[in-house]
């Protein structure tokens, strides 16, 4: 892993300044299980010139997913804000026998209008024994009423998050509530977002959110909902007791990757002919 410059003191002064594919190749459908928390990667920025008996130290901005074995993953483009200014990103990722490890992760595109952003991990952790996988998506939109899963990590301290610490998983069963009409990026046309029954915690945006069924990606957290929404929530079965999350509709993503002729996974059905590349 590339070690940081001598101007990381001054460059982190600089972060805090400025914070506040042409184709789909078939995979096997799957029910989120515990191996879909392997594709799951917190995006971090390395404090540490060199690990402590802690490991690196970090700062957690949110979380990615693998979308193929070639190394791309999707997140949602405002938890790249930071490294507007510059700066180098990094994925947490998962190992067999040893504690995570930091890998550098390229900016590939950004959608800012769909608050999508592609990136991908140097060098691919695929091609060596990591533990990663990656997701489905589907290209069937989420439906009001819907039962979907939303995945994610972090760090058991935020405040203070280094390598050697075993990230902690959430797993946050909800329902699709509605589909709403929100900007995501300013002077942007608008954009489409669902709603979910379950709030949304600091660190999730960019996880992905799973249809039950299939097991594939349906949607990136995007934040949560502060907009007043009492209709959707008075005709869900599962009405969330307090702010419900937002997430961004997986074909704002499927369409970056089509203009970067990214690969990507479908979901397998039954039908033979579903197998067969989408282009």
């Known amino acids: 892993m590339p070690q940081p410059t001598q101007s990381r003191p ?16 078939a995979g096997a459908a799957q029910v989120p299980s515990a191996d879909d928390s392997a594709a799951v ?66 900016i590939v595109a950004k959608d800012l209008e769909h608050d999508v952003a592609i990136l991908r991990a140097v060098p691919n952790p695929f091609a060596s024994k990591y533990k990663v996988n990656f997701l ?14 939303a995945l994610s990590l972090h760090p058991p301290k935020q405040q203070s998050a280094h390598t050697f610490e075993v990230p902690r998983e959430d797993r946050f069963s909800s329902e699709v509530l509605s589909y709403e009409s929100t900007q995501l990026e300013r002077s942007a046309p608008a954009s489409e977002v669902f709603l979910l029954s379950h709030p949304v915690n600091l660190g999730q945006s960019g996880s992905p959110v799973l249809s039950v069924n299939s097991g594939a ?17 008075a005709n869900s079965s599962s009405a969330p007791s307090s702010t419900p999350g937002a997430a961004v509709p997986i074909r704002y993503a499927i369409a970056l990757l089509q203009r970067q002729s990214i690969s990507w ?6 039908s033979p002919s579903s197998t067969s590349p989408v282009r």
Do not use: K, M
């Open 41 to 106: 990667c917190p995006i971090v920025y390395q404090l540490d010139q060199s690990p402590s008996y802690r490991g690196y130290h970090y700062s957690f901005f949110g979380n990615g997913f693998f979308i193929n074995d070639q190394g791309y993953l999707l997140t949602a483009a405002h938890t790249l804000e930071t490294f507007r200014c510059g700066g180098q990103p990094y994925i947490l990722v998962s190992r067999f026998n040893g504690p995570a490890i930091l890998l550098e992760a390229t």
């Open 265 to 270: 996974h479908a979901p397998r059905s039954p």
């Open 10 to 25: 001054l460059f982190l002064a600089a972060l805090i300044g400025c914070l506040f594919a042409s184709f789909a190749v």
């Open 136 to 149: 489905p998506l589907s290209s069937a939109p989420a439906s009001p009423g819907q039962s979907v899963l």
């Open 217 to 233: 990606v349906v949607g990136l957290v995007e934040g949560r909902w502060l907009r007043s929404s009492a209709v959707s929530i």
